[in-house]
T-cell receptor
């Protein structure tokens, strides 16, 4: 069955380190998204991509970057992790046309010490 | 910029009672509205979207453009409805699907 996966599921890192969170989908969806979920804030959009070589900034993109070298993957990189980036990160994907339903991954819980 | 407001952080009702989770939005264009649900230890999943006009698990939601609201309703709550509920808005950009703007969520607890 087609699905969307994230790895690792849990990660503890130190302030200043570079961290990359993986997101992989097998639906062949063109659109992929990264959100962070924080208590009291709900989910907020970090970056998104409409297809290969396309990336766009979301509401809270500072300190994060993404790259899209193929349809299936959209890794999220924290260039220099900060304690404020401790959060649960969700990846999502949707089909190309219009404002379609987004399908979410299981999430990655990141702790920055 | 668009905004989604869910005024209740926590809503507790008894099993069998009606449920209404409020959602208000602000957006100058014509948005698409969604309700997503996150059950304990599970991933976020779509509950319903206004364009499909479906009833999922007994839940319905009507888009009221005059009041800019998209409240979620169920006539008789069940214990398995206990979860975190997020209202979300998708703006129209003329291109592919943009990211969703989420409300802060309402934690629904159904008491036996």
């Amino acid at each position: 069955d087609a699905e969307i996966t994230q790895s690792p599921r849990h990660k503890i890192t130190e302030t200043g380190r570079q961290v990359t969170l993986a997101c992989h989908q097998t639906w062949n969806h063109n659109n992929m998204f990264w959100y962070r979920q924080d208590l009291g804030h709900g989910l907020r959009l970090i970056h998104y991509s409409y297809g290969v070589q396309d990336t766009n900034k979301g509401e809270v993109s500072d300190g994060y970057s993404v790259s899209r070298s193929n349809t299936e993957d959209l890794p999220l990189t924290l260039e220099s992790a900060a304690s404020s980036q401790t959060s649960v990160y969700f990846c999502a994907s949707s089909e190309a046309e219009g404002r379609d339903t987004q399908y979410f991954g299981p999430g990655t819980r990141l702790t920055v010490l | 910029a668009q905004r989604v407001t869910q005024p209740e952080k926590l809503l507790s009702v008894f099993k069998g009672a009606p449920v209404e989770l409020k959602c208000n939005y602000s957006y100058s264009g014509s948005p698409e509205l969604f309700w997503y649900v996150q059950y304990s230890r599970q991933r976020l999943q779509l509950l319903l979207r206004h364009i499909s006009r479906e009833s999922i698990k007994g839940f319905t939601a009507d888009l009221n453009k005059g009041e800019t609201s998209f409240h979620l309703k169920k006539p008789f709550a069940q214990e398995e409805d206990s979860a975190m509920y997020y209202c979300a808005l998708s703006p129209y950009s003329g291109g592919g699907a943009d990211g969703l703007t989420f409300g802060k969520g309402t934690h629904l607890i159904i008491q036996p």
